[in-house]
C-alpha cells in the first residue's frame, strides 16, 4: 500500500512558479514509476508529466515540455514538479499517481494509487 499527500499548490500570477511536491509512504518507493496528472473543472484528467522509479527516465505532456520539470528523491519518498511560466490554461487540480510500469505513463487507468490533489491556480 502506498500513500501519497501533494502539496504546494496555490495561487499565482501568469508567467510566476510554483513548486508541488509529493510524499510517499512506503518502503518500495523506487520501484513505482510516479506522474503527475491535472484535471481543470469539467475536464478529464490529463497527463502531465511522469518519472521512472529510478529517475533515469521523465516524459512530459507537450503542454509541459520546456516549462515543467519532474524529479523525485528515493532517499526522501517525494517527488516534485517544478512549473514555470505558468498559464492561465494550467489553472486545475493537480494528482500525484504511482504505478508499478512506467511504459504505461501517460495512461491514468494504469496508476495504482493518487494523492488527494491540490488546486493550482493562474490569475492574470
Known amino acids: 500500500q502506498v500513500q501519497l499527500v501533494e502539496s504546494g499548490g496555490g495561487l499565482v500570477q501568469a508567467g510566476g512558479s510554483l513548486r508541488l511536491s509529493c510524499a510517499a509512504s512506503g518502503r518500495t518507493f523506487s520501484t513505482y514509476a510516479m506522474g503527475w496528472f491535472r484535471q481543470a473543472p469539467g475536464k478529464e484528467r490529463e497527463f502531465v508529466a511522469a518519472i521512472s522509479g529510478s529517475g533515469g527516465s521523465t516524459d512530459y505532456a507537450d503542454s509541459a515540455k520546456g516549462r515543467f520539470t519532474i524529479s523525485r528523491d528515493n532517499a526522501k519518498n517525494t517527488v516534485d514538479l517544478q512549473m514555470n511560466s505558468l498559464k492561465l490554461e494550467d489553472t486545475a487540480v493537480y494528482y500525484c499517481?504511482?504505478?508499478?510500469?512506467?511504459?504505461?505513463?501517460?495512461?491514468?487507468?494504469?496508476?495504482?494509487?493518487w494523492g488527494q490533489g491540490t488546486q493550482v491556480t493562474v490569475s492574470s
Open positions: 499517481g504511482a504505478q508499478r510500469i512506467y511504459t504505461f505513463r501517460r495512461v491514468k487507468g494504469r496508476y495504482d494509487y
